[in-house]
T-cell receptor, first 111, second 116 residues
Framework: DAKTTQPTSMDCAEGRAANLPCNHSTISGNEYVYWYRQIHSQGPQYIIHGLKNNETNEMASLIITEDRKSSTLILPHATLRDTAVYYCIVRSTGTASKLTFGTGTRLQVTL | NAGVTQTPKFRVLKTGQSMTLLCAQDMNHEYMYWYRQDPGMGLRLIHYSVGEGTTAKGEVPDGYNVSRLKKQNFLLGLESAAPSQTSVYFC???????????????FGEGSRLTVL
């Protein structure tokens, strides 16, 4: 599975959009981009995933560049409860696929 | 639904002792995983299983053994605990991705192990 690069930390004001970038320049054609977050010391929580089209769900939007070498997770109206570590992961599908987590981006949402 | 349940949630061991962490899922998932997370670090995969009776090594398998005798359970064993195994252990389960399945992992709440 391809490696990802994320900033170590980011700040965002409550109510504003939080844009979390991720570089995955070695991604291959059958690899998806997944985003998870971990609030405090709880188990990680799935947010969204995509292959090449932009995706949106009730939690966030995922923008993937046309060359698929980077992506951005967007939390449209960040709240204090969105303070967490956000992990960007690329993985291939298949019978033996698994996720490898890096150190992620620590997002701090402030008043 | 209970989802993914880990027991015990906390445990203190002495060096050389053995123990087993139990993970149970009620979502009929084929895949199950064990991760460890050390302070300030991301999750590292220890072992995983793609089905009953099948296990495979992950990124950091040394010092651990696993078994998947039943589809809903995935056991992680430490035969001779070492201080370096002090960590938070997370179990997860998922469907295989593909088709209508997202392949997302569902995690347990974690088991905090301290080895003295």
């Amino acid at each position: 599975d391809a490696k990802t690069t994320q900033p170590t930390s980011m700040d965002c004001a409550e109510g504003r959009a939080a844009n979390l970038p991720c570089n995955h320049s070695t991604i291959s054609g059958n690899e998806y981009v997944y985003w998870y977050r971990q609030i405090h010391s709880q188990g990680p929580q799935y947010i969204i995933h995509g292959l090449k089209n932009n995706e949106t769900n009730e939690m966030a939007s995922l923008i993937i560049t046309e060359d698929r070498k980077s992506s951005t997770l967007i939390l449209p109206h960040a709240t204090l409860r969105d303070t967490a570590v956000y992990y960007c992961i690329v993985r291939s599908t298949g019978t033996a696929s698994k996720l490898t987590f890096g150190t992620g981006t620590r997002l701090q949402v402030t008043l | 639904n209970a989802g993914v349940t880990q027991t015990p949630k906390f445990r203190v061991l002495k060096t050389g002792q053995s123990m087993t962490l139990l993970c149970a899922q009620d979502m009929n998932h084929e895949y199950m995983y064990w991760y460890r997370q050390d302070p300030g670090m991301g999750l590292r995969l220890i072992h995983y299983s793609v089905g009953e009776g099948t296990t495979a090594k992950g990124e950091v398998p040394d010092g651990y053994n696993v078994s998947r005798l039943k589809k809903q359970n995935f056991l992680l064993g430490l035969e001779s605990a070492a201080p370096s195994q002090t960590s938070v252990y997370f179990c997860a389960s998922s469907y295989p991705s593909g088709g209508t399945k997202t392949g997302e992992l569902f995690f347990g709440e974690g088991s905090r192990l301290t080895v003295l």
